[in-house]
């Protein structure tokens, strides 16, 4: 009778335990809006903070602003700052970033066909105005230094070829004058002229795809909502190394990059993402790849992703990379805080993983 009586009370502790719900995971602030109007100045002229943020006890600005109240701050930088709005709670913290670029010089417009071959970087800050095309048959080198700052939703599209290779002390930035709105990234598009593009040691950040979730179609729509900041269409011969992908997003595929059937193979070597995503939702045909995706990769185009970071990228799917129908090897990829994976694929077998966490 008393083993009977314990059998009951341990039952009912058992019942007890498994019933109780887990407690809700306490939210962190929300930050809905952090920019900077004018984006642009002179030197001597100010431009304003603005900020709309939920649930937050606490709200500072770095660069000197320091801990602010309300919702606007003016600042007066001396040169091209990017301010970081730290909102905080008991939960945790939330950030975002604002970009103020002082043009020195007055900088240079550019918009629509490039005929010059070279883009100085005297002649830098370079304010897109509009679209701008690199036509078949041409290749466009920016010199180390230089900083092409999006005055709207624009995109530079390659037809012909590229060569931006920066240095660690003097990178090549591809921004937007508001970080809001973004820019359209850039698009290689197909080519097969035999020659190579070379992105290296550049920062690639606001770039930000609108066009809808529904990622089936054609290439040209599939570059519309794909691949955030960079769009690599059937082209060979693509260098793209240690460079930084930062604040990009897009609906369908990639919140920083989409690689689409490229007719060779390669090697992207020491690249670092964060804060990268694809915001879905997840369909058939998309929201996945907060940081990369990559589709349509034969074993005779195997791509390898070798050195670098992704951290802080987010996805419904994949939330750093996302493969499919693909032939791609991971090696030696730090990984943290990827949202709600590191990486994801429907055909596992077609990935080689080397010292990458899952």
Request: charged share 15%; net charge negative; with cysteine.
């Amino acid at each position: 009778m008393l083993h009977s009586r314990f059998l009951v009370l341990a039952l009912s502790a058992f019942v007890v335990t498994a019933c109780t719900s887990p407690d809700p995971v306490p939210d962190r602030p929300n930050i809905l809006r952090f920019d900077a109007t004018p984006a642009v100045v002179s030197p001597g002229e100010s431009a304003a903070l603005a900020w709309e943020v939920t649930g937050a006890q606490s709200i500072s600005i770095n660069e000197g602003v320091g801990e602010v109240s309300g919702t606007t701050a003016e600042v007066r930088p001396d040169a091209t700052t990017t301010y970081t709005l730290t909102a905080t709670n008991d939960h945790g913290s939330t950030t975002a970033n604002a970009t103020v670029v002082v043009t020195t010089t007055g900088g240079t417009n550019l918009s629509g066909d490039i005929t010059t071959r070279t883009l100085p970087a005297s002649g830098s800050p370079y304010l897109v105005t509009g679209d701008v095309t690199v036509p078949e048959g041409n290749r466009l080198t920016l010199e180390p230094g230089v900083r092409l700052v999006f005055t709207g939703h624009f995109k530079l599209a390659v037809l012909g070829r590229i060569t931006a290779q920066g240095t660690a002390e003097r990178p090549i930035v591809f921004t937007a004058a508001n970080p809001t709105t973004g820019w359209a990234g850039m698009r290689l598009a197909a080519t097969s002229d035999g020659g190579a593009d070379f992105l290296e040691r550049c920062i690639f950040e606001y770039g930000n795809k609108v066009g809808g979730e529904n990622g089936a179609g054609d290439e040209g729509s599939y570059s519309e909502n794909a691949g955030g900041a960079l769009w690599i269409g059937s082209r060979s011969n693509v260098n793209l190394n240690n460079n930084t992908f930062r604040f990009n997003k897009a609906p369908a595929f990639g919140g920083a990059i989409m690689l689409i059937a490229p007719t060779s193979g390669g090697v992207a070597a020491g690249n670092v993402f964060h804060d990268n995503e694809c915001t879905g939702p997840r369909t058939q045909f998309g929201g996945v790849g907060g940081a990369v995706n990559t589709a349509h990769l034969p074993a005779s185009n195997h791509w390898t992703f070798r050195g670098g970071e992704f951290r802080n990228n987010r996805a419904p799917e994949g939330g750093a990379l996302y493969f499919f129908d693909s032939n791609v090897t991971l090696d030696g990829i730090a990984m943290s805080g990827n949202t709600p994976n590191n990486w994801g694929t429907p055909e596992p077998q077609r990935l080689t993983v080397i010292n990458t966490p899952r």
